[in-house]
Every structure is written in structure tokens, then in C-alpha cells.
């Protein structure tokens, strides 16, 4: 994970970093992750509630999803979990590339990008809009035709978009290569290990009964020019997750407040240029959505780890009183 402020404490929307050495160019710092029950959509930053269990399921997914990545043989910044809800990790420094902070020369730093892996389109897929702006052709998905929503495609498709800026962009891979400072060959290899990374969360997602969408990887630069996974891969809040064409992820929350006004204003504030502090302020969640998606968290964390924390209800369970939920709201 990277760090970007100097002191013992950075907090994000919805993780804390607990510094213990910070990071210097030459070598690696000290932390852990804590992992709150806030959320976070639409880079809006907090929302209003939390999420009861959620903090704790990342921290558990993440760590067995690091510890997995071990066993292939892709070197990570995670170092141990931390119960009930951390895990420790290496550091290392946030470079900008708008400050001309990096070049190939540049060692321990945060690659500035986010290495995306879809092997479908559901609802509420960013291709969709990318398509109907002509930022992408439908050939670039391996495709034909204009895709429907739920198009499952003949091979995943490997994307990047920026990490630092105030709002993500996508890029072409040659930018991506000139922004991040990777080398030809380091480019080649990140999209190896998030084939790899994609192929491991996939089949333990369908191992549960879940199809895996879409999510991403990111990597930094050790002191050494070697590269390694960072932040947290494989859990609700990165990737999109699907049971019976029902989305069993964060994605539940962008549905919910996409429903809502707030959203519109949300998007004019955004096409205007506000500044965020101008941005409207979300309503609270429904208490029974809230419930429904706590224990789907909860859930999902206990079949994917293979242990039994709270005695939840199954995905399945959680899944259908969604289904039940979104019958009566009607969204």
C-alpha cells in the first residue's frame, strides 16, 4: 500500500493505514490496513452508513486472497493478518506523474495505474457508456456486435485507467507505459499477473456459486525494480460478483443510490466541474438494504475463507431477501 502523507495515520474513505515506518526511496516502510464498515461509491468518498461486518470480511478475503497469491508465486506487500479486522503490509511512496515525479529510473512507488480484468458486461458496466462514446469499438471486447448487458466475453478483457488523478480515466497501454514509468517488459508483466489474479478469484468465486465480472490489481515498484500486487484485490468492494444474474458486491449500493435523485444531481455537479465540496450530500441508506447487504459481506466472507464467523446467512440466503428487497422497492 502507499502513502501519501507524513505522520502515523492516513485515512481513507474506507480504509485506515496505521504507519509504523513510513517509506523512503531505498527502502520499504511499515503498516497495516484497517478495514472500517464505511463505503464508498461514484468517488464520492464516505457515504452516510456502514456496514455491520464488512470491515471485518475484507480484512479476512484479503488476507486469503494474498495468501493464495503466495502459493503462485506473485509477490506481494502483504506481510500477516491482524484480527479482527487489519493486516499488515510493506509500503511504499506515492508519485505523481502530473508532478513529473516519475521516471524509468524511479523506485519504490505506487504504479500510478489500475490494472482492470472483465470477463463480462453486467448492468452498470463503464463499457457501455466507453462504446456508446466511441472510446472503445466492440472488436476491442472480441465481439461482433454491440453487447447486451450480461454478455459473457470469448476471453477476458485486460484494461488500464489512472490511479492518482481526481477522478479515474482509461488509457491506452502506450500511455499507460509513458505515466507509470514501467518498463516494456514490466507492462507485459502486469497483464500476466492479473490474468493470473483474475483466473484465481474466477474459480473460487464459482467454487461459492458466484460469477466473477470484473475487478482489478494494483502494483508498486520495489527498491529493487521488481514488481508486486498492492492495496486489496478480490473482495466485494474491488471486483463485481454475480449470483443468478444478481449483483453480490458494492455494486448493490451503486444500484440503490443510482435509483435515487441524488444521483442525477450528482452527475450535473460533476458535468459542471464542481468541486466536490460543492457535490450534493446522499441520503441514508434503507435500514433493511443495509441489513441484506451486511450479510452478504458476512456471507460471501465465510464461504470464501472456509470458516464460520458470525453464522451468517448463505450467499444464497442473502441473495434472496435482495431479491424479495427489490421486489417491493421496485428498482
Known sequence: MAINVKGKLAKGSVKILHIKR?????????GSFEFTDDYSIFDYGKMPDTIPGKGESLARM??????QLAKKGISSHYRKFVAPNEIEVNLVRVLYPQKKEISLHTRNYLVPLEIIFRN???AGSSVFKRLDKGELKVTDLGLDKYPFPGQVLPKPLIDVSTKLEETDRYLGWREAKELSG?????IEEAKVWAR????FITSKAESIGLHHADGKIELAVTPEDKLIVVDVFGTLDEDRMLM???HVSKQVLRDY???LPWYKKLEDARANNDPKEKWPVPPKMSSKLKEIV???YKGVCEAWVGKKIWKAPSVQEAVGEYVEFLEKQRI
Request: avoid cysteine; charged fraction near 30%.
Open 244 to 246: 443468478d444474474s444478481v
Open 62 to 67: 484479503a488476507a486469503y486472497n494474498f495468501e
Open 196 to 199: 493470473k489474479v483474475n483466473e
Open 257 to 259: 443510490y443510482k435509483a
Open 120 to 122: 463480462s458486461l453486467p
Open 294 to 296: 451486511g450479510n452478504m
Open 22 to 30: 513510513e517509506p523512503t526511496e531505498k527502502e520499504m516502510g511499515l
Open 182 to 186: 514501467l518498463t516494456e517488459p514490466q
